[in-house]
Nanobody, 114 residues
Framework: VQLQASGGGLVQAGGSLTLSCKASGVNFKITAMNWFRQTPGKQRELVAS???????TYADSVKGRFTISRDNVRRTAFLLMNSLQREDTAVYFC?????????WGRGTLVTVSS
């Protein structure tokens, strides 16, 4: 399983950014996908999840601002981040699980400036 995340960058507070995570080596259509984020000295935090049927869940801190979606043809999960705040600055990781094994993409840095 390989996950390739992209889309991070520098954005001003209030702006938007979309992250992408392309998956290979997995039956994407039946695979739940997750986005986590991590800041120095803190544990990795689950930000959003999308199930194989499209059901979504979000951390309270991003509800109403972030939207997770998936494109099964492109085998890609997305995280649309609107109304970004300085507190959203972090390295973002996409994740999926197969059996008991977690798979992680390389993190992509999102920096929100004031």
């Amino acid at each position: 399983v390989q996950l390739q995340a992209s889309g991070g960058g520098l954005v001003q507070a209030g702006g938007s950014l979309t992250l992408s995570c392309k998956a290979s080596g997995v039956n994407f259509k039946i695979t739940a996908m997750n986005w986590f984020r991590q800041t120095p000295g803190k544990q990795r935090e689950l930000v959003a999840s999308i199930g194989s049927q499209g059901g979504t869940t979000y951390a309270d801190s991003v509800k109403g601002r972030f939207t997770i979606s998936r494109d099964n043809v492109r085998r890609t999960a997305f995280l649309l981040m609107n109304s970004l705040q300085r507190e959203d600055t972090a390295v973002y990781f996409c994740n999926t699980k197969r059996g008991d094994t977690d798979y992680w993409g390389r993190g992509t840095l999102v920096t929100v400036s004031s």
